[in-house]
């Protein structure tokens, strides 16, 4: 191809680039036949509008308040489904025993990977608020709150394997 008609090409594919609607610094991009906008590091959503504050103050890794023998994490959900103060439960990772969780706590898995974390809360739209024990009892527990909504007894003192973070999106 011969410079002039390459150039006008890279001109015509900016110019469809930057004309499509990608707010707060998006980058359309074509994915599988379909257009979407890549946001700009640290920030997502629709409209890439969302991003994390973090904090290093607070260890948000509230215990279960109770348990029942889970067989597997169907009869988990059951279990967790008739406890009226139930909202989440999570089975170990021994399989043997099912944690039940209340609210305002959403999720609890046993992600040390905080990208995946953290991916998560961005699935959910109801998650305020993560935290994630990237230490010896790894875990992932997501929040349906702010920071400050959250219940003292869910907080304990900062340590450095915890991080938590608040989604804001404006
Ligand atoms: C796009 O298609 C490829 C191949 O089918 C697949 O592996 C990939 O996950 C798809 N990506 C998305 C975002 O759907
Ligand atoms: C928390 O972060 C602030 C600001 O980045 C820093 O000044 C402070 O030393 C940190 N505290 C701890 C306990 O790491
Ligand atoms: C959080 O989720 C619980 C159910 O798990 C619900 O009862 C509560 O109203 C939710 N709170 C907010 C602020 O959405």
């Known amino acids: 191809m011969n410079n002039l008609l390459c150039s006008a090409l890279l001109i015509s594919v900016i110019l469809i680039l930057t004309d499509a609607d990608c707010k707060n610094g998006g980058i359309l991009v074509e ?6 906008c890549n946001c700009p590091p640290n920030t997502f959503g629709d409209d890439c509008n969302c991003r994390y504050k973090f904090t290093n103050v607070t260890f948000l890794e509230p215990d279960h308040y109770g348990e029942s023998a889970g067989s597997d994490s169907a009869k988990c959900d059951e279990n967790c489904a008739i406890d009226t103060r139930c ?16 609210t305002p706590i959403i999720l609890v898995t046993y992600d040390r990977d905080e990208d ?50 608040e989604k804001i999106c404006e």
């Open 116 to 165: 995946k974390c953290i991916g998560r809360c961005n699935e959910m739209s109801e998650c305020k608020t993560f935290g994630i024990d990237t230490g010896m009892n790894s875990a992932c527990v997501l929040f349906n709150v702010t920071l400050d909504k959250i219940p003292d007894k869910m907080k304990r003192a900062y340590q450095t394997f915890f991080k938590a973070g």
């Open 87 to 102: 909202s989440t439960s999570t089975m170990l990772p021994s399989g043997k025993t099912c944690y039940h969780y209340e």
């Open 31 to 36: 994915e599988n036949g379909t257009l979407k």
